[in-house]
């Protein structure tokens, strides 16, 4: 089992920048991948950013070179910093983790966060 747990969310302005950050209750580098969903209103939840335990990310493109995912294993944590933030990144932002064990994958997802980007 994995809980996970956002937190840095909020009201921004089109442009200006934000930092999620998501504490895992195991080490991050006993979870095989972990990343960042999110969901606007109306549309399906997709992938932002993923990386894996070896190092090795993945992003959305419509947010490279603008998002950048990153890990600190000694605080459990996953980050998503978040720059010159537009309106159509407006949605619910929810930490993902991927876990392999005896061979058996299981997904693991926060509480979700609220991201607010005003035009």
């Known amino acids: 089992q994995v809980q996970l747990v956002e937190s840095g969310g909020g009201l921004v302005q089109a442009g200006g920048s934000l930092r999620l950050s998501c504490v895992a209750s195991?080490?991050?580098?006993?979870?095989?991948?972990v990343g960042w969903y999110r969901q606007a209103p109306g549309k399906q939840r997709e992938l932002v950013a993923t990386i894996t335990s070896s190092g090795t990310t993945n992003y959305a493109d419509s947010v490279k070179d603008r998002f950048t995912i990153s890990t600190d294993n000694a605080k459990n944590s996953v980050y998503l910093q978040m720059n010159s933030l537009k309106f159509e990144d407006t949605a619910v932002y929810y930490c993902?983790?991927?876990?392999?064990?005896w061979g058996l994958g299981d997904d693991y997802w926060g509480q979700g966060t609220q991201v607010t980007v005003s035009s």
């Open positions: 993902y983790g991927h876990r392999v064990t």
């Open positions: 195991r080490s991050i580098s006993s979870i095989d991948a």
